[in-house]
Nanobody, 125 residues
Framework: QVQLVESGGGLVQAGGSLRLSCAASGRTFSSYAMGWFRQAPGNEREFVAAINWSGGSRYYADSVLGRFIISRDNAQNTVYLQMNSLKPEDTAVYYC??????????????????WGQGTQVTVSS
């Protein structure tokens, strides 16, 4: 399995931007589909975005479509989540996830086998 470490979370005002990064270990990063999920207190883990191994296919939750952009740099073993026009309801712990056999378009967290520890994003109103 791949090891994942997120960074880039923090406190931002509504309307602002943040970029999350997820650094992966291992030489097979480019074989993995990658995803971002988030979980707010008392809520279930929620799909945010996913990207296939090459970066050529991207999928977003309706709640972030047009505001968030997922991308990856396979040479740097890193996946990014650029978050723009942030809203207070985007406040959550954001998790990076990876899987070799991800079914593109799935929003179920169980389809990802490797997870990072999470990074907190707080959006103030």
């Amino acid at each position: 399995q791949v090891q994942l470490v997120e960074s880039g979370g923090g406190l931002v005002q509504a309307g602002g931007s943040l970029r999350l990064s997820c650094a992966a270990s291992g030489r097979t990063f480019s074989s993995y589909a990658m995803g971002w999920f988030r979980q707010a207190p008392g809520n279930e883990r929620e799909f945010v975005a996913a990207i296939n191994w090459s970066g050529g296919s991207r999928y977003y939750a309706d709640s972030v479509l047009g505001r968030f952009i997922i991308s990856r740099d396979n040479a740097q073993n890193t996946v990014y989540l650029q978050m723009n026009s942030l809203k207070p309801e985007d406040t959550a712990v954001y998790y990076c996830a990876a899987d070799l056999k991800y079914t593109y378009g799935s929003t179920w967290w169980g389809d990802f086998g490797s997870w990072g520890q999470g990074t907190q994003v707080t959006v103030s109103s």
